[in-house]
């Protein structure tokens, strides 16, 4: 239930945009991001919180959201569609993360992001599929 409540914090924080204030993670946290061409690993909630800031500065919408809780009680795999419009540009991203919990706080975080896609993007994507 602990684990739950953890990433339901996070999740609410990228949504309204306000991983600022969030107090999600404990101080020892770690981050493995995999995005496009690059990799960012950081520890301790403050340099999370400063990344993510950048990542989810604008409220957004989840279009989807799938979430895994693992047999071990303390792992969640959340998987979901952000939309959001920035600089009145819509954009959208998939991630895919596994969450550690402890102590009623995330402390690893691994991240696949699939990276940032503009309105202009989205468009080709889905004339691709059509």
């Known amino acids: ?17 306000k991983i600022g204030s969030c107090d999600a993670w404990s101080t020892e ?10 990799r960012v690993q950081l520890a301790g909630a ?5 990344e993510y800031g950048k990542w989810f500065a604008d409220p957004g919408r989840f ?5 895994f809780p693992a047999a071990d009680g303390v ?3 959340v998987e979901y569609t ?5 600089n009145g540009v819509p954009h959208a991203a998939h991630h895919l993360h596994i969450l550690t919990v402890r102590d009623d706080r995330i402390v690893a975080d691994t991240v696949f992001c ?9 468009a080709e994507m889905e004339a691709a599929h059509a």
Do not use: H, K, Y
Not at 29 to 38: F, S
Not at 46 to 50: E, L, P, Q, S, V
Not at 63 to 67: A, I, P, Q, S
Not at 82 to 86: I, P, T, V, Y
């Open 75 to 77: 792992t969640e795999i």
């Open 63 to 67: 279009e989807e959201v799938r979430r």
């Open 82 to 86: 952000l939309s959001w419009s920035e």
């Open 114 to 122: 699939g990276g940032r896609w503009p309105a202009s993007l989205l």
């Open 1 to 17: 239930m602990a684990a739950r409540q953890a990433v339901d914090t996070f999740l609410d924080a990228v949504e309204n945009a």
């Open 29 to 38: 946290a770690t981050l493995d991001a995999t995005v496009p061409n690059w």
């Open 46 to 50: 403050d340099a999370i919180r400063a």
